[in-house]
């Protein structure tokens, strides 16, 4: 049997400055950049005109725009005709989606594709929704979907749950080991010969533990539930367990003359299991997308895309990426700020409250809520909304401009009496607090930043992640994250 695994690469949500018609970051089509200016894939010919060359070693890699921490690559990987093209657009106040096309061609024992990942070391995750387009749906044989592969070597082990062209239905396609041939199933001469879950408009979702991997495919809600129905058990055979392996989205085209666009949602990749100190729930893209939380050395590396918080003075919506835990009772929350890359000035990185299951398909973009975040160009802050609705800013309460990186930062949630309520009523008081690092790196002196008076009701609290810019992502590092009951600071200021 031969499988063959071609790439259109597309879509996962990127944000590029788009009303409307959408916007292009630096896409490749036959080595042509759509912004004008020339990539890898074309150089001057001796008579000054311009012609397709074989690129140079190494060049078949590309970067996403990201300044830092463990970057989202891009790469074409095996045999390939015209360089993969990526395409970042968005929806007015939405980080859209990311179009890759590719002409890349393979056979069962050697993979052509164009592959968007991001590596993580020991057991994650990658969670994505393919959205095929209208464009060559009737050809079954095109694929989009979910990848994890061993290495960019084109007979890696691999696993590609990937919907069929015709947006109905898919399969899943994997190679057990390095060199061994790649094999789809359900097969064609099975009846159904295709997985009815695995289509256009699903989640797909693979988790490794170890060697093996778990498959779902489902609404966004099922797949964020760990006991949610697994479509699919495998087991791969690596060369080094240890070694990073490679997690993100890819998509397959029959025909290298008529590449297949595809577009993502919400691709997501996670490592927090690994580490029982960064035991979160998570990541969720609210209103983004390429939302990553990478926990290693003890630290956790969150990354997030984003569009600016209040875009539409009169249509205000939140886009971020979050990690976090879900309860009714009092709780307090501190972490430290290691670091967060400027390259987005008004990114903003923090710990925040949201009435909102983290659970839920919807998170809520305009949720009630208050958060303590840090931003390169406005310092600290907390941001509130008291009660929910799209018309309602998420507005900074206090601001303190002159703090940045490396700081902790604190949000305590209680539920306190209501003053002078004749039926003994109860609301909840977010209260935040931040403090310089003493030279172990732990709080020293707690100052309370602002407090945000909110009803009641079960919420999210966690860390979140935005660029607040659709041109490129931010990255931050935080470490020591504690999680308990609220304590007040001691008189004195010092930490509780």
């Given at each position: 049997?031969t499988?063959t695994?071609r790439t ?5 949500i990127l944000a590029?400055a788009a009303c409307?018609g ?6 490749r089509d036959?080595?042509?950049r759509?912004d ?12 000054g005109s311009?012609?397709d060359?074989?690129p ?5 890699e ?5 300044p ?7 790469t074409?990987?095996?045999?390939f ?5 990526f395409?970042l ?6 980080v859209?989606?990311v ?5 890349a ?5 050697a993979d052509?594709?164009?592959f968007?990942?991001r590596?993580?070391r020991?057991d ?7 959205r095929l387009l209208?464009v060559?749906?009737?050809v079954i044989?095109?694929r989009?979907g979910v990848m994890?592969?061993?290495s960019?070597?084109?007979d890696?082990a691999?696993?590609f749950v990937?919907?069929?062209g015709?947006g109905a239905?898919?399969?899943?396609i ?7 041939a790649a094999?789809t199933f ?5 009846t159904?010969s295709?997985?009815t879950?695995?289509?256009s408009?699903?989640?797909?979702r693979v988790r490794?533990?170890?060697s093996?991997?778990?498959?779902y ?5 099922v797949l964020?539930?760990?006991d949610a129905p ?6 791969l ?7 990073e392996?490679?997690?993100g ?17 919400g691709?997501q990749?996670?490592n927090?299991?690994v580490d029982?100190?960064w035991?979160?729930?998570g ?10 939380a990478?926990?290693?050395?003890g630290?956790?590396?969150l990354?997030?895309w984003?569009?600016p918080w209040t875009a539409?003075?009169?249509f205000?919506r939140?886009s971020?990426?979050?990690?976090g835990?879900t309860g009714?009772g009092?709780l ?14 008004d990114?903003?990185v923090g710990?925040?409250?949201r009435q909102s299951d983290?659970l839920a ?6 949720a009630?809520?208050?958060s ?13 909304r008291?009660?929910g609705?799209?018309d309602?800013?998420y507005?900074?309460r206090?601001?303190?401009?002159d703090?940045?990186?490396p ?7 209680a ?9 003994g ?5 977010i209260?935040?607090?931040f ?6 790196g732990?709080?020293?002196t707690?100052?309370?930043l602002?407090e945000s008076v909110?009803g ?5 609290i966690?860390i979140?992640?935005t660029s607040a810019?659709s ?7 935080l470490g020591d ?5 609220p304590?007040a600071?001691?008189p004195d200021?010092?930490a509780?």
């Amino acid at each position: 049997m031969t499988t063959t695994i071609r790439t259109t690469f597309a879509g996962l949500i990127l944000a590029v400055a788009a009303c409307g018609g959408g916007g292009t970051a630096t896409v490749r089509d036959a080595g042509k950049r759509v912004d004008g200016g020339q990539s890898e894939g074309r150089r001057p010919a001796p008579d000054g005109s311009t012609q397709d060359v074989p690129p140079p070693p190494g060049a078949e890699e590309l970067l996403l725009p990201h300044p830092g921490g463990e970057p989202w690559k891009a790469t074409d990987i095996g045999t390939f005709g015209a360089r993969a093209v990526f395409k970042l657009n968005t929806a007015p106040l939405d980080v859209q989606s990311v179009f890759v096309t590719s002409t890349a061609t393979g056979t069962d024992k050697a993979d052509g594709a164009s592959f968007l990942y991001r590596p993580l070391r020991g057991d994650g995750q990658v969670m994505a929704m393919p959205r095929l387009l209208p464009v060559m749906r009737d050809v079954i044989d095109n694929r989009g979907g979910v990848m994890v592969r061993e290495s960019l070597a084109p007979d890696a082990a691999m696993i590609f749950v990937a919907a069929g062209g015709d947006g109905a239905a898919g399969n899943i396609i994997y190679r057990k080991s390095k060199g061994a041939a790649a094999v789809t199933f359900p097969t064609k001469e099975e009846t159904p010969s295709r997985l009815t879950a695995v289509r256009s408009g699903q989640w797909f979702r693979v988790r490794r533990a170890g060697s093996r991997f778990f498959v779902y495919a489902g609404g966004r809600g099922v797949l964020t539930n760990e006991d949610a129905p697994v479509i699919a058990t495998l087991d791969l055979t690596l060369a080094d367990p240890a070694a990073e392996m490679l997690y993100g989205v890819a998509a397959s085209a029959v025909d290298p003359k008529a590449p297949f666009p595809c577009e993502f949602a919400g691709v997501q990749v996670d490592n927090l299991g690994v580490d029982p100190a960064w035991s979160l729930a998570g990541p969720v893209d609210v209103g983004t997308s390429l939302g990553a939380a990478v926990v290693s050395g003890g630290k956790l590396v969150l990354t997030s895309w984003g569009m600016p918080w209040t875009a539409d003075p009169n249509f205000h919506r939140e886009s971020f990426t979050f990690v976090g835990v879900t309860g009714t009772g009092d709780l307090s929350m501190a972490v430290r700020l290691d670091s967060i890359d400027g390259r987005a000035p008004d990114a903003r990185v923090g710990l925040m409250y949201r009435q909102s299951d983290i659970l839920a398909a919807n998170f809520g973009r305009s949720a009630i809520g208050a958060s303590i975040s840090v931003s390169p160009k406005a310092g600290l802050q907390h941001h509130a909304r008291t009660s929910g609705g799209m018309d309602i800013a998420y507005s900074a309460r206090a601001t303190n401009a002159d703090i940045k990186p490396p700081v902790w930062l604190r949000l305590d949630k209680a539920t306190v009496p209501v003053p002078q309520s004749p039926i003994g009523g109860r609301q909840t008081a977010i209260t935040t607090y931040f403090s310089p690092p003493d030279a172990n790196g732990r709080p020293t002196t707690w100052t309370r930043l602002a407090e945000s008076v909110i009803g009641p009701a079960n919420a999210a609290i966690g860390i979140f992640a935005t660029s607040a810019s659709s041109m490129s992502l931010t990255t931050a590092a935080l470490g020591d994250l504690t999680i308990g009951k609220p304590v007040a600071p001691s008189p004195d200021g010092g930490a509780p």
